[in-house]
């Protein structure tokens, strides 16, 4: 709703929304921030206003400013916010069942939000502060300017790409273990020497060392005597019988 008033002293031009569904107090917390401040200014306040509130009031404003615009053909950035306000509504009213057969009262309340704005007045809308830079103090060093000269280079850069890596592959167990033995069982090689550039007389070559002689065979073990048998025993007696009868002829 756009109405345009003229007083003797500024044109007025208005939008008004009606039936808004919140109470006209929490309205009012909002359009406190926005009354008196250039209509640009006020829209970025209303954007970042966390009230629910807030969106309904920045509708009316835009509808304000569009009116302003489109219908009496001033510029947004001549426009501040005159007068913002809240008028209460209707009130719904509802009821919630309470324990032993009571009820209880919800009112849901409305509000008419009405937001006015104006063409600036020479002077009104002041100019943001540009801010200066800070002065430099008398004592500090002053820096100059050090132009590099970087080297004009003709030919063109040519990227290197990496070779390719040559993929590992796995060798069976059985394989791998056998260079393994293979290795512990060669000796160590010796280092080469290095060759002499101009021998100056050929060095004789040594005689091969003889070979040590095979040792000797281990000797054979005596066997064990074996023990007499009963049998052996009767030959015996008679070879000790036979000196008694020598003695006996000698006296």
């Known amino acids: 709703m756009a109405v345009k008033t003229t007083t003797e002293e500024r044109e007025l031009i208005r939008a008004q929304a009606r039936y808004v569904r919140s109470s006209a107090r929490k309205a009012r917390l909002v359009l406190e921030h926005i009354r008196g401040l250039p209509a640009t200014d006020a829209e970025a306040v209303l954007k970042f ?5 807030a969106r309904d009031a920045g ?5 304000a400013v569009s009116n302003a615009e489109n219908n009496f053909g001033h510029d947004a950035d001549d426009l501040v916010v005159v007068a913002a306000y809240a008028d209460e509504g209707p009130t719904l009213k509802r009821w919630r069942a309470r324990a032993r057969g009571r009820v209880n009262r919800i009112r849901k309340r409305t509000c008419h939000i009405t937001i006015t704005v104006s063409p600036a007045l020479p002077g009104e809308i002041k100019p943001r502060p540009v801010r200066a830079p800070r002065p430099q103090r008398a004592d500090a060093p002053v820096e100059e300017a050090v132009v590099e ?8 850069a040519v990227e290197e790409t990496p070779a390719p890596r040559p993929k590992r592959t796995r ?8 260079p393994a033995e293979e ?10 020497e290095p060759e002499a550039a101009e021998p100056e007389a050929a060095e004789p070559e040594p005689e091969p060392e003889p070979e040590p002689e095979a040792a000797a065979e281990p000797e054979a073990e005596p066997e064990p005597e074996e023990p007499a048998t009963e049998d052996d025993a009767p030959e015996a007696e008679a070879d000790d019988e036979t000196p008694n009868d020598d003695e006996e002829a000698k006296s």
């Open 59 to 63: 509708k009316v404003l835009k509808s």
């Open 171 to 178: 060798k069976p167990k059985a394989e791998a273990a056998a």
């Open 149 to 156: 000269e970087t080297p004009v280079v003709e030919e063109e």
């Open 49 to 53: 206003q966390t009230r629910a509130v």
């Open 183 to 192: 290795a512990e069982e060669a000796p160590a090689e010796e280092p080469a």
